[in-house]
């Protein structure tokens, strides 16, 4: 294992969330390690989002501590916040819906490093005098979309362009961690497994912690290092990829298996 796994990207202790008295995450407590992909799977209305709202601070929760490094996200103030918001990527189900329509491309994109001016990311490898439209580009370059795509609007991008560009956005601030929240889920299957073969290999290229959150066993199974299973709010089963089809397993787990193998 290589040393880049020894160190916690994100430790989350005993959250508890409630809407309106109604419970809908209890006990949650897991860690994702440096350079892993933990997949979190589970049932619709599991509370995988609700859980990654809390760790993006959309959202408040009753108890319980999440830490970024030496940071406890309970209690900050914007200035804060602000920081623990640059600290981690966050990729959703539709595209369309984080990309403003009114926007080009390059200022969509641009949005996190305009926010912090001065800021190039390391592994463009450019020249620190590097500007916005060469930053841009290379950002592009590195999932794969052309660099004259900086001048479209969304509305001339395809659902997986659009993706790439929230995947680019996302690490463009070299993030602690990156959540995917049911990133193909609006996609084609064709499209699906491209957009999962490029997170893959960014993962192992940029060296990217991610937590990645789905409904599809196979998916997750396909990405993740590790994998969580929710069901009702609760994490009803942990463990490695290797141990999916143990004996061991959670039978809820083992009910998604046999949905999984069709
Ligand atoms: N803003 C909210 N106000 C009240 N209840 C909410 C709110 N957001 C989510 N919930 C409830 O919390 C529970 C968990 O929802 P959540 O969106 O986290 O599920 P999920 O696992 O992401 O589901 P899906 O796979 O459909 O995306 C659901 O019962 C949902 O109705
Ligand atoms: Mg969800």
């Not at 390690?33 to 408040?60: D, F, P, W, Y």
Request: aromatic share 8%; proline share 3%.
């Amino acid at each position: 294992m290589s040393e880049i796994y020894e160190q916690e990207a994100l430790r989350v202790t005993d959250l508890h969330k409630s809407f309106a008295d109604q419970p809908v995450l209890h006990h949650i407590s897991f860690q994702l390690l440096k350079g892993e992909c933990l997949g979190i799977v589970g049932e619709s209305g599991s509370g995988k989002s609700t859980l990654a709202r809390c760790l993006l601070t959309l959202m408040n929760w009753q108890s319980g501590e999440i830490t970024i490094g030496d940071m406890n996200l309970k209690g900050l103030d914007s200035r804060g916040l602000r920081w623990v918001r640059s600290r981690i990527g966050a990729v959703f189900q539709h595209p369309a819906a984080a990309l403003n329509s009114r926007l080009r491309i390059i200022d969509s994109l641009m949005e996190p490093l305009d926010q912090r001016k001065g800021c190039t990311p390391s592994f463009l490898n450019l020249d620190d005098a590097a500007g916005r439209l060469e930053i841009a580009c290379a950002l592009l370059d590195t999932v794969g979309l052309p660099g004259d795509y900086v001048y479209k609007f969304p509305h001339e991008l395809s659902g997986g362009e659009k993706q790439r560009i929230t995947i680019a956005r996302a690490i463009s601030t070299e993030p602690d961690f990156i959540i995917l929240d049911e990133p193909t889920a609006s996609l084609d299957v064709t499209t699906q497994s491209v957009i999962l073969n490029l997170l893959k290999d960014l993962q192992a290229k940029l060296g990217l912690s991610y937590l990645f959150i789905s409904h599809d066993l196979a998916a997750v199974y396909y990405m993740c290092d590790r994998i969580m299973v929710m069901r009702g709010g609760h994490i009803v089963d942990q463990f490695k990829k290797a141990d999916t089809f143990d004996h061991k397993r959670h039978a809820y787990t083992k009910l998604l298996i046999e949905v999984f193998n069709g």
